[in-house]
């Protein structure tokens, strides 16, 4: 057994039995509710109408709910005596897609791109589960009272996909205006996890995220006088290669790294030799040290190609974007052995950390003790079949992606309950 494993081996002092019961009683109209969210996502920073519905019911419920906190992100309150505060978070956005699954709620809403394009909308990452999660949870946690003490924070958070929203709340004062949490909890749907089960990972689980533009510099001419020029195109192809070798041979092998370029814009015509070329590039690591080595080898790396090419020294934007995750670990066994009382070893899964993003680590950052776990989203049947195909699930952000959603939150709903009343069994200073 681990050393953490064996601070917490002690037997669970929740009963599943009692809110396994409730959820069952109450799954039909919750699959309602997700189905609504479902049908009219809205995508970052535009969650106006989603952020309503979702206070709305959380006022029904009983929280006192305040609205436009860094943006449209919203905390409800349900204060129940003495004990710690936990935090218990969702995402409101969902994502420019244009679905494609075919379901008699599917998403019809549109929204215009920044380019002036058209596109669908859809809830392709789960968010609209995660609402629903939370909203049976919260409505549990108002009808039981007497299984716990303390206070319970709910927020909704704008722009999780722009890997923004967490760090506008804050800036907004977060953590100023309402109780800082002892604790911080969330989950993510996996399309790769069959409906029923659990997914936990202690200690990094996700990884930095960092967008880079390069802007590569030449001296435009005619396509069929080079000599007369410096290419952009060419020098910017050299560098995607040399950008390659900085994974492979500069980081240690054991810290897992990926400098992806996603994009490459240069040219206008066969025979015209342009004055410039735009790379577009994605940054993933872990540890700090590493993500400060990969960026400071990509400046190095584009600013020797501009040597090698006679070339004007590049221009290079680096945007920070969301840190990584990193789940405490004595929070993450206390929660997990929890999990395996309630739906057994088999049903509880460690599972590998992700070159993803998920802006829930800033309140990590911010001080207090976060988990996030992973909730099986895909029916086993429905994986088996993909299998025998030999297909790939669709991945979450998939135009055909969905869960199934009744089973999906019946276990969510579950396992968010008897994680919230493990945490609110003690004070925060309490082994």
Request: aromatic fraction near 6%; proline fraction near 7%.
């Amino acid at each position: 057994m681990l050393p953490l494993e064996s601070a917490f081996a002690d037997p669970p002092r929740q009963d599943p039995t009692r809110v396994n019961a409730w959820v069952a009683e109450q799954i039909g109209p919750l699959v309602e509710i997700y189905q609504d969210f479902h049908a009219h996502p809205e995508v970052s920073f535009e969650e106006a109408e989603t952020a309503k519905r979702l206070a709305d019911h959380l006022k029904s419920a009983g929280y006192e709910v305040t609205t436009d906190v860094g943006g449209h992100g919203l905390v409800a309150i349900l204060n129940n005596g003495d004990g710690p505060t936990v935090m218990l978070r969702t995402d409101l956005d969902g994502l420019p897609v244009t679905e494609n699954t075919e379901l008699v709620y599917a998403s019809k809403q549109t929204v215009k791109l920044e380019d002036g394009t058209e596109s669908g909308v859809m809830h392709a990452c789960g968010h609209d589960i995660h609402m629903t999660n939370v909203l049976g949870t919260a409505r549990y946690m108002a009808t039981h009272r007497d299984q716990w003490h303390g206070t319970l924070m709910i927020i909704g958070q704008p722009a999780e996909e722009k890997g923004e929203g967490a760090k506008a709340m804050l800036e907004d004062g977060l953590f100023e205006r309402f109780p800082k949490p002892d604790y911080a909890i969330a989950l993510h749907v996996d399309p790769n996890l069959p409906t029923g089960t659990v997914g936990y990972r202690s200690g990094y689980a996700m990884a930095n995220v960092d967008s880079v533009d390069i802007y590569v510099q030449g001296k435009g001419g005619h396509g069929a006088h080079p000599d007369a020029t410096v290419d952009p195109i060419v020098q910017a192809a050299q560098l995607i290669l040399d950008l390659q070798t900085i994974v492979s041979r500069e980081i240690n092998p054991t810290d897992p790294a990926v400098v992806t370029v996603g994009a490459i814009h240069g040219g206008t015509k066969h025979n015209i030799i342009g004055n410039e070329c735009h790379l577009q590039l994605t940054v993933r690591s872990y540890g700090e040290e590493v993500r400060k080595q990969l960026l400071e080898a990509i400046q190095r790396k584009a600013k020797a190609a501009a040597i090698s090419y006679r070339a004007p020294e590049p221009k290079i934007v680096i945007s920070e974007g969301t840190p990584s995750l990193f789940n405490d670990k004595h929070l993450t066994w206390r929660i997990v052995k929890n999990f395996n009382h309630a739906f057994g070893d088999e049903k509880v899964v460690p599972v590998d950390p992700s070159m993803g993003g998920e802006d829930f680590s800033r309140y990590g950052i911010a001080g207090v003790p976060i988990f996030m776990y992973r909730l099986g989203a895909v029916d086993a049947k429905r994986l088996e079949r993909y299998a025998q195909l030999g297909q790939e699930p669709p991945s979450l952000h998939s135009p055909l992606f969905y869960p199934d959603a009744q089973d999906c939150l019946e276990t969510g709903i579950n396992a968010t309950v008897i994680a919230l009343l493990e945490l609110f069994e003690h004070k925060p200073d309490q082994p």
